[in-house]
């Protein structure tokens, strides 16, 4: 009875093999890169100081740009964030409809951050005047989960209402009326806020430069060892 051996893997396999990491390594260190350099785009314009723009329905912005707004709040149908951490304190976002004009998309308000005491959030806290004023500050978005489960808003028919992370089409659907693609992030010198800190990422260039760092050196050091391998079952052939 003859036994079966088994063929010796091809030599150049581990070559084939360590190429196409090294290829891998080098393409995930210059994604690290792209990532580092939009969020130092993002970082400038966040720290773009120039004056605030008047701002009207069908009028693009870019983001963080600082715009000034008129309209009415509508402070029967607010919105309080849940779950939002800032210092490692929990709080909440005060979210206020503004409307800009009767047939316009709602503009929503991020009126800022207050912490979560161990009594009932006083509700009284987030009145507003009823008379048509003009807000500044930038444009910005709703603060995102990186995972979220079950409802995002309180279906209770009460206001103002509680939510975790929502979405614009959560809050348009919860509203009954469209809202705009962005969001004001009021500023801070503005009196009818709360806490106001606004950064665009916690998750600045210099981590996305450094993973970049990574990879390219993963990828040297294989080439290294790829190279020193092959050079030696040369001399040893």
């Known amino acids: 009875m003859t036994t079966k051996t088994k063929k010796p893997l091809p030599s150049w396999l581990p070559l084939v093999i360590g190429f196409i990491l ?26 773009d100081e120039s004056g605030f723009t008047q701002w009207r329905h069908g009028v693009d912005v870019r983001p963080y740009q600082r715009i000034k707004v008129s309209g009415r709040f509508d402070p029967a149908r607010q919105f309080i964030l849940e779950n939002i951490i800032i210092s490692s304190r929990y709080g909440y976002y005060i979210i206020t409809p503004l409307e800009v004009s009767p047939d316009a998309p709602l503009l929503l308000v991020n009126r800022g951050w207050i912490e ?53 089409e ?52 294989l080439s290294g060892l790829l190279i020193w391998n092959y050079r030696k079952k040369r001399f040893d052939a």
């Not at 048509?132 to 995972?147: E, I």
């Not at 010198?189 to 709360?194: A, M, N, R, V």
Request: neutral net charge; glycine residues 10%.
């Open 22 to 47: 090294v290829v891998q390594f080098a393409g995930l260190g210059a994604w690290q890169i792209s990532r580092g350099m939009e969020k130092r785009a993002t970082q400038n314009l966040f720290r």
């Open 116 to 168: 979560k005491g161990a009594d009932t959030l006083d509700l009284s806290a987030l009145d507003l005047p009823l008379e048509p004023m003009t807000v500044r500050g930038r444009a910005g978005s709703l603060p995102r989960a990186g995972y979220k489960m079950g409802t995002a808003i309180n279906p209770t028919p009460d206001w103002p209402k509680y939510a975790v992370y929502p979405s614009l």
């Open 170 to 221: 959560e809050v348009s659907e919860a509203l009954g009326r469209d809202v705009q693609a962005f969001v004001l992030l009021l500023d801070h010198e503005e009196q009818l806020g709360f806490y106001r800190h606004w950064v665009p990422t916690e998750f600045g260039p210099g981590k996305h430069f450094a993973y970049a760092l990574q990879w390219f050196a993963m990828g040297a050091v």
